[in-house]
């Protein structure tokens, strides 16, 4: 699954594509995301880059992305498992042809191609090939209860968090997508996502805003592929240091009746290359139940200390709804390295 | 490798890189306008012109490059965006239609 920071995207007051090539966020990025990664971002700037502005060979420009993370958990005060795994190693290709871009992505580790050749046309584009319908905040972080949430059960639900799990391929797909002023909507289609025996439909749409020192965003999505409904909104305020971005999905049919799955998160960015942040994710399988609800907190620190290095560290726990037991505590710390 | 950065359709701007392009856009152009990337840029293609705003700002810093030869002939400071837009897309005080 293709990830993204859409913090970055609320603090600039501009949608995705600002920075990426893909118009919903992800994967590789434009000049302007390049120069960004490497001004913007980083608490300090080596000299012998400063006049980098990416991969280029004739006219195909290269990127990718890298994450490796360790999780260490504890039952209680007993240490139980420390894990350290490879998370994403994946190659971007990309290249305009007058009025085309023409985009591939190799998932090296899931051994998924990604290939998007996008038509553009004044505001708008249509997009044919391989890739993933675009829903809700594509957030860095899989484990987020309006992505795919907690792989390993906590709770012994039939799931925890949303089913945009990372092991979910790319498949065939038409979108449609068209950016007036700071508004941007999109329409596609797909051969099948999650299911593939039926085929689904999925719409975004976004909206930015910037009043006085405020940058705000806000937006919603769908996803329907056969039975399965999913709705989403999300939105943001951003002021200088500080940010404020929030999820709620909902889910039709995707265990038993209703589904909701929510996403808050605060940020402030001390100073350059060091962001602090708490977060709340929530998730409840079935509304009509009281007893399946799980709540996790986060408090994490963002380290960007050189141009195109993203490191976090992430205290979590996880507790379950109506009750005062804890499910373990978790390390979390993540290497995140892209050009 | 990474230097050869393909600069395309830029006809008044002096520099050589996207970085140093994207730099001055995002320093200089856009907080003076009070404007995003997208009031002149097709998102889908930074280098295109069919923004009819994109016309108009390179005959802006066409006449902004004119004007600070001569500024530097007189040993006066540069002029920028700034001092006719003052963070506006249209500045308060435009020239009289002739």
Redesign the interface.
Known sequence: MLLAIPRYALE????C??CHVN?SGGGQR???G???G??DLPSKLPNQN????????S?IQVGGDGRIQSVFKTEGNVPEDLSVFPMQADIHLKT?IR?L?IGATLATLQSDLGLQI?I?Q??G?LMVGMAKPSFGLKLDDHTAFTRGGNIRLVQGSHREGMPFVPTLENTEIVELGY?M??TYFSLGYTNGFMMETTESIHGRFEYYR?IHEFNTMSGGSFLVEGDLTLIGIFGGISRGPFSWMGEVDMAENLVIDRTIASYSEIAWQVKKGFTVLGRIDFFDESVKYTEDAIRRTTFGLNYVPLPFVDIKFQIRSTQLSGRDSLKGIELLSQLHIWF | ??????LKNVKVLPFK???EI??FM?TIVAPELGV???FCH?????SSD?KDNKIVAREMMDMVQQSNKTMNELNFHEISCWVCHRGNKHPEHPPKEK
């Open positions: 600039n007051g501009s949608s594509i600002l118009p434009n000049d302007y390049i120069v960004y490497m001004d400063s006049s980098y502005s990416g991969i280029v060979f006219h305009d009025k871009t996008r553009n004044n505001n584009y950016y002023g700071d910037s | 490798m990474g230097q050869k950065s393909q890189t996207k970085r994207v730099t995002k995003k990337c997208n097709n998102m889908n293609d930074y069919e």
